[in-house]
């Protein structure tokens, strides 16, 4: 028998026991000729003593770090003084009366028992090393957790996990697929799923009315920040429901979790609040705004309306917006500041940034001169400045304005401290437009997926205006990430070809791409609807992760290689002869 107990579990109540436990060294030291060895499995560390006198234990001397050992031993309460309150097993330690080796290891390439910076690459190779430390089993622990819970949950309210194929066809989230040669069917691909979107749908046409799926998404897409090519869904779709029954269900269900899982963190808000994509962007600049901290956004055209300064009036008649933030207790920033605030808000695409510093001395910064004191009175009373405080301005398109100071107010939340890390704000933003226009390819795109409803009192604008044609969907942000998209979707087949017609597919494409689609709906589709809660980016904001990589077991680097596996690598000349594929590496130079 290897083991009677985990390392972690050994209490004072066990003292006198003869136990057998196995692990691997977590630290060994010698002591006045006593060997002490930290033995850890994923349970916890306890204290082994071997007393070279045993020729049983000599093991432990030779012992090194992360060797395996198999150890028996009495369970004795340690001497007092020697507790150590850190550890759960901190008031015991075990007498060994037999050390076995049964493994040793090479030496490591970086320490277990440390949490010390490792280049990410080195943690990436030896990614097998990096997940038994502490950080990484209680991420990957918690994120076991989090699934199960999710998996408790849906099943209880009558949900039915079901499987969805890897091997399908291309289901559209705006990405590129990964494709895979058919060795049976020449010349033929299939695509890994970017969502099981359509196959969701098809189940609600199939009758199990509440679906849901821990799925894996596959999106062939640049790896700009912190993305994976794959990642992990709660995919979910219900029928007979509308907008507030699928937000409901998702709200109770992460309400419910962080109550249970993370006792430590904090809800802003229950009810959830709820934004318009409008609001949204109007308040914050962003459709996922970090609602923990206030820093909103004003708009100043009609504070400006009748302003001398050139710069503003030129944006006024160009249709553009005048807005700002206000930076609290900045006022005294010096003008090396400024500047590289400046140089931050042209990085963002803006054109400048003018500023006022309301100091005790009077009204400072490079805005100073065209802003009248009657317009610096509107402002204060609008914004709620105060003395000691900056207001940041930016004069752009809309788009700019909002993109610039988003970041903007981002920058001051990190520098100030303004989120508390412990605040998790959940919230949604509804009613996202149905299209963005595409200037480079000078066409409509859908803005979540084309098997969204758009607002069935916006049908008309689809022949006057489809800029203007709200939709059902809905986004679930928390901190400032976008941590779900949904949608009800369209059930009606007019409705879908007129979504595929303005999205430009024509009537061979549309047969061709979702011809399994149009038809499925022609047999008694019922309305429906659903979302999908990224697990990757939820465990990580829980887990209080910087990126998603801390919280998948085998990550790619940034790259996109598996550089443990060395992944991707080339396939043999039989392989590729199999598939009836010759490569043609010139063109990719
Ligand atoms: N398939 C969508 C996505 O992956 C989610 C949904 O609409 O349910 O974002």
């Given at each position: 028998?290897?083991?009677?107990?985990?390392?972690?579990?050994?209490?004072?109540?066990?003292?006198?026991?003869?136990?057998?436990?196995?692990?691997?060294?977590?630290?060994?030291?010698?002591?006045?000729?006593?060997?002490?060895?930290?033995?850890?499995?994923?349970?916890?560390?306890?204290?082994?003593?071997?007393?070279?006198?045993?020729?049983?234990?000599?093991?432990?001397?030779?012992?090194?770090?992360?060797?395996?050992?198999?150890?028996?031993?009495?369970?004795?309460?340690?001497?007092?003084?020697?507790?150590?309150?850190?550890?759960?097993?901190?008031?015991?330690?075990?007498?060994?009366?037999?050390?076995?080796?049964?493994?040793?290891?090479?030496?490591?390439?970086?320490?277990?028992?440390?949490?010390?910076?490792?280049?990410?690459?080195?943690?990436?190779?030896?990614?097998?090393?990096?997940?038994?430390?502490?950080?990484?089993?209680?991420?990957?622990?918690l994120?076991?957790k989090v699934?199960?819970f999710i998996?408790?949950y849906l099943?209880?309210?009558?949900?039915?996990?079901?499987?969805?194929?890897?091997?399908?066809?291309?289901?559209?989230?705006?990405?590129?697929?990964?494709?895979?040669?058919?060795?049976?069917?020449?010349?033929?691909?299939?695509?890994?799923?970017?969502?099981?979107?359509?196959?969701?749908?098809?189940?609600?046409?199939?009758?199990?009315?509440?679906?849901?799926?821990?799925?894996?998404?596959?999106?062939?897409?640049?790896?700009?920040?912190?993305?994976?090519?794959?990642?992990?869904q709660l995919?979910l779709?219900?029928?007979?429901?509308?907008r507030d029954d699928v937000l409901d269900m998702v709200e109770g269900l992460f309400t419910a979790m962080v109550k249970q899982l993370l006792p430590h963190k904090r809800l802003l808000a229950s009810p959830w609040p709820r934004l318009t994509y409008?609001q949204a962007?109007?308040r914050f600049?962003t459709d996922k705004p970090d609602l923990r901290f206030g820093?909103e956004?004003?708009?100043?055209?009609?504070?400006?309306?009748?302003?001398?300064?050139?710069?503003?009036?030129?944006?006024?008649?160009?249709?553009?917006?005048?807005?700002?933030?206000?930076?609290?207790?900045?006022?005294?920033?010096?003008?090396?500041?400024?500047?590289?605030?400046?140089?931050?808000?042209?990085?963002?695409?803006?054109?400048?940034?003018?500023?006022?510093?309301?100091?005790?001395?009077?009204?400072?910064?490079?805005?100073?001169?065209?802003?009248?004191?009657?317009?610096?009175?509107?402002?204060?009373?609008?914004?709620?400045?105060?003395?000691?405080?900056?207001?940041?301005?930016?004069?752009?398109?809309?788009?700019?304005?909002?993109?610039?100071?988003?970041?903007?107010?981002l920058?001051?939340r990190?520098?100030?401290?303004l989120a508390d890390p412990n605040l998790l704000a959940f919230a949604w933003v509804v009613d996202f437009?149905?299209?963005?226009?595409?200037?480079?390819?000078?066409?409509?795109?859908?803005?979540?997926?084309?098997?969204?409803?758009?607002?069935?009192?916006?049908?008309?604008?689809?022949?006057?205006?489809?800029?203007?044609?709200?939709?059902?969907a809905y986004d679930m942000v928390l901190n400032g990430y976008e941590t779900a998209s949904g949608?009800?979707?369209?059930?009606?087949?007019?409705?879908?070809?007129?979504?595929?017609?303005?999205?430009?597919?024509?009537?061979?494409?549309?047969?061709?791409?979702?011809?399994?689609?149009?038809?499925?709906?022609?047999?008694?589709?019922?309305?429906?609807?659903g979302m999908a809660p990224g697990i990757d980016r939820l465990v990580m904001i829980f887990a209080d992760e910087?990126?998603i990589?801390?919280v998948?077991?085998?990550?790619?680097?940034?790259?996109?290689?598996?550089?443990?596996?060395?992944?991707?690598?080339?396939?043999?000349?039989?392989?590729?002869?199999?598939?009836?594929?010759?490569?043609?590496?010139?063109?990719?130079?």
């Amino acid at each position: 028998m290897y083991r009677t107990h985990t390392c972690g579990e050994l209490r004072p109540l066990h003292v006198g026991q003869t136990v057998t436990l196995a692990g691997w060294v977590h630290r060994q030291r010698d002591h006045g000729g006593i060997t002490f060895l930290d033995l850890r499995d994923r349970y916890g560390i306890v204290q082994v003593v071997a007393d070279p006198s045993r020729p049983e234990v000599h093991a432990a001397q030779e012992a090194r770090a992360e060797w395996v050992l198999g150890v028996t031993g009495v369970v004795r309460r340690r001497p007092a003084g020697a507790e150590n309150p850190h550890l759960a097993t901190g008031e015991i330690e075990i007498e060994a009366t037999r050390v076995e080796v049964l493994n040793p290891a090479k030496p490591l390439p970086f320490l277990i028992n440390k949490d010390e910076e490792t280049e990410e690459a080195v943690r990436l190779k030896y990614r097998y090393l990096d997940l038994r430390r502490e950080r990484m089993q209680r991420n990957i622990i918690l994120r076991h957790k989090v699934v199960k819970f999710i998996r408790d949950y849906l099943s209880e309210r009558g949900f039915i996990e079901i499987e969805t194929p890897m091997l399908f066809k291309t289901t559209p989230e705006g990405a590129r697929d990964y494709l895979v040669p058919s060795r049976l069917q020449p010349g033929m691909f299939y695509a890994l799923p970017q969502s099981p979107q359509q196959l969701k749908q098809l189940l609600m046409v199939a009758g199990f009315d509440r679906y849901f799926q821990i799925a894996r998404c596959l999106r062939d897409e640049d790896l700009r920040g912190d993305r994976q090519p794959e990642f992990t869904q709660l995919d979910l779709e219900m029928s007979f429901v509308e907008r507030d029954d699928v937000l409901d269900m998702v709200e109770g269900l992460f309400t419910a979790m962080v109550k249970q899982l993370l006792p430590h963190k904090r809800l802003l808000a229950s009810p959830w609040p709820r934004l318009t994509y409008r609001q949204a962007v109007e308040r914050f600049g962003t459709d996922k705004p970090d609602l923990r901290f206030g820093m909103e956004l004003y708009t100043l055209n009609d504070i400006f309306a009748q302003t001398d300064f050139m710069v503003f009036q030129n944006v006024l008649k160009s249709g553009g917006v005048i807005k700002c933030i206000v930076a609290p207790g900045c006022a005294d920033y010096t003008r090396k500041e400024v500047d590289d605030l400046t140089t931050f808000c042209k990085e963002q695409g803006a054109k400048g940034l003018a500023t006022l510093a309301l100091t005790a001395e009077g009204v400072k910064g490079t805005a100073q001169k065209f802003i009248k004191p009657q317009e610096e009175q509107a402002i204060q009373s609008l914004t709620g400045a105060q003395t000691g405080d900056l207001v940041l301005f930016i004069a752009d398109s809309a788009a700019v304005a909002n993109k610039t100071l988003s970041a903007l107010r981002l920058l001051f939340r990190d520098r100030l401290k303004l989120a508390d890390p412990n605040l998790l704000a959940f919230a949604w933003v509804v009613d996202f437009p149905m299209f963005e226009y595409n200037e480079e390819e000078k066409k409509w795109d859908a803005a979540h997926h084309p098997f969204t409803m758009p607002k069935m009192e916006d049908l008309p604008k689809f022949e006057t205006d489809p800029s203007q044609i709200l939709s059902d969907a809905y986004d679930m942000v928390l901190n400032g990430y976008e941590t779900a998209s949904g949608s009800i979707r369209i059930h009606r087949p007019d409705i879908q070809q007129k979504v595929f017609q303005l999205l430009g597919l024509k009537d061979e494409e549309i047969q061709a791409k979702f011809g399994h689609m149009i038809e499925a709906f022609q047999y008694g589709a019922p309305p429906h609807g659903g979302m999908a809660p990224g697990i990757d980016r939820l465990v990580m904001i829980f887990a209080d992760e910087p990126n998603i990589r801390e919280v998948i077991a085998f990550p790619k680097n940034q790259a996109g290689r598996d550089l443990m596996a060395d992944a991707p690598s080339p396939a043999s000349e039989k392989q590729l002869n199999e598939l009836h594929i010759r490569l043609d590496l010139k063109k990719t130079d």
